[in-house]
């Protein structure tokens, strides 16, 4: 027996990894094995889904689907329909319903990593939801996953065997060129050891090879591999099954303990995160925020914070409504008021109706019965003129000008638009407003002073 050593690989993470086997059936108890650096087990154990090693910043989450929950479909797809198009779903839904004995809205779908429009590739399926209520579950215990991994996934080359499991109840994973449906996980039995002998069988022609050896290709053996005296395998097993196995097939056996197995996993070219169930930064985001809102909107842990969210919407309620009251109050004090001092000054208007309009009506009367000037006039017009625009003065004691009510122009003058300025902020005081055209300058009575 050897022990498996891991090699560096494509897929090797340098950020830190928690790897989870997700079991059959209802969230529970979970394998697990960490690792720093993606090439070296650094923890290794079982545990409920809130005592799982934290994943913190920087800590990778990766769920491994078990090779006997998926199995795997060939498929081709139709021209414009890839990895990212829109109707990927319902495309391998159509093409894989006849081969499923589920209902296909009952399953989860991911695609061959490798796979194009127009051309053959690996679905993996599984249920849906044993899938979901995991994630879900890790999601809620703070282990968000992030990548989804076959356990087994189809491959190319030397064929692969590893014998997990119980010596009472060992299974064998196997992998690699010949392996129907690509990848299987069987139960080591006479009829599984029957299966691995056909797959020696050439695929198109059903003609039995002999055995092969890789010596023959010009390349040494791999290690696990057979020499000139059987066929080219990778024979793994687990410690408590490894003597069994080399009896049963009668070659060495290159050691891989589950953790090792679950690092060999990470390291898969597959995400079976995907379409509904893609694991990207928004969709996790959102995934939590709606599982946070359901949590706050029925569970009992957040009752106190519901019921003191509804008392401080009550009381802001209350408080507007009572501050509107206030504001409603203190407009009608300045109304009445308003129309107090119009009825005091002039006893005799007997009916209010527009307190400010009526005021300046009575104002108005009451300069032309007793001859007094009002702004809108002509000498106080001048007046203002000549005393906060001096530059116009000269024009207007000339007689370039044109007067109607509260209209002033005066001809042949001229303001830079600095004098212009200053002129207009002593005028505005008085309610006037100095302007300029091509013909000189005009005062205008904006407001009443």
């Known amino acids: 027996m050897r022990r498996l050593q891991s090699s560096r690989s494509i897929h090797d993470l340098s950020m830190s990894l928690l790897l ?59 021209r414009g329909i ?8 319902a495309v391998l839904a159509g093409l894989l319903e006849d081969r499923l004995l589920d209902a296909p809205e009952q399953l989860h779908f991911a ?24 994630l879900h579950a890790l999601d809620a215990a703070e282990r968000p996953v992030g990548r989804i991994v076959p356990e087994l996934y189809p491959r190319t080359g030397v064929l692969r065997l590893i014998v ?21 996980a069987l139960p080591l039995t006479p009829g599984a050891l029957a299966l691995l002998h ?16 890789p010596a023959s290709h010009g390349a040494p053996p791999p290690e696990g591999a057979a020499g000139d005296d059987g066929p080219a395998i990778e024979l ?4 408590a099954v490894a003597a069994q196995a080399e009896q049963i097939f009668n070659r060495r056996v290159v050691l891989c303990p589950p953790a090792e197995r679950l690092l060999m996993a990470g390291r898969s070219p597959w995400d079976l995160a995907q379409l509904d169930l893609a694991r990207t930064g928004a969709a996790r985001a959102a995934r939590r925020a709606a599982a946070l809102w359901r949590d706050f909107l029925y569970a009992p842990l957040w009752r106190p914070a519901r019921w003191g969210l509804a008392l401080l919407l009550l009381a802001h309620l209350i408080g507007l409504n009572v501050w509107a009251w206030r504001t409603q109050q203190e407009l009608a004090a300045r109304r009445a008021q308003i129309v107090a001092t119009l009825t005091k000054t002039f006893p005799q208007v007997k009916t209010v ?3 400010p309009a009526q005021m300046a009506r009575e104002i108005a009367t009451l300069r032309q019965s007793t001859g007094a000037a009002s702004a809108r006039d002509l000498e106080p017009m001048l007046g203002a003129l000549g005393q906060y625009a001096p530059e116009v003065a000269p024009a207007a004691a000339s007689g370039a000008v044109e007067f109607a009510a509260g209209e002033l122009r005066v001809k042949g003058v001229q303001l830079p638009a600095s004098a212009l300025a200053e002129a207009n902020q002593r005028l505005r005081p008085q309610g006037y407003q100095l302007q300029t ?13």
């Open 353 to 355: 109706i527009d307190a």
């Open 164 to 184: 997990t499991g119980q010596p009472e109840r060992p299974w064998v994973l196997m992998s690699g060129d010949g392996v129907p449906d690509g990848a299987q």
């Open 437 to 449: 055209d091509a013909d000189g300058v005009l005062l205008r009575l904006e407001a009443s002073p």
């Open 198 to 213: 056909d797959s020696q069988a050439t695929p198109d022609d059903g003609i039995r090879k002999p055995p092969r050896s």
């Open 236 to 239: 793994l097993a687990e410690p």
């Open 20 to 78: 989870l086997t997700l079991p059959p059936g209802a969230p529970g108890g979970y394998e697990y094995a960490t690792s720093v650096d993606g090439r070296s087990v650094a923890r290794y154990g079982h545990a409920d889904a809130a005592l799982l090693p934290p994943a913190g910043r920087g800590v990778e989450v990766v769920a491994v689907v078990p090779a006997a929950l998926l199995s795997w479909q060939r498929v081709r797809l139709p």
């Open 111 to 134: 695609l061959d990593p490798d796979a194009a429009a127009d051309g053959p590739a690996w679905v993996a399926v599984c249920d849906k939801t044993w899938l979901a209520a995991h």
């Open 82 to 89: 890839g990895p990212g198009s829109p109707r990927l779903r």
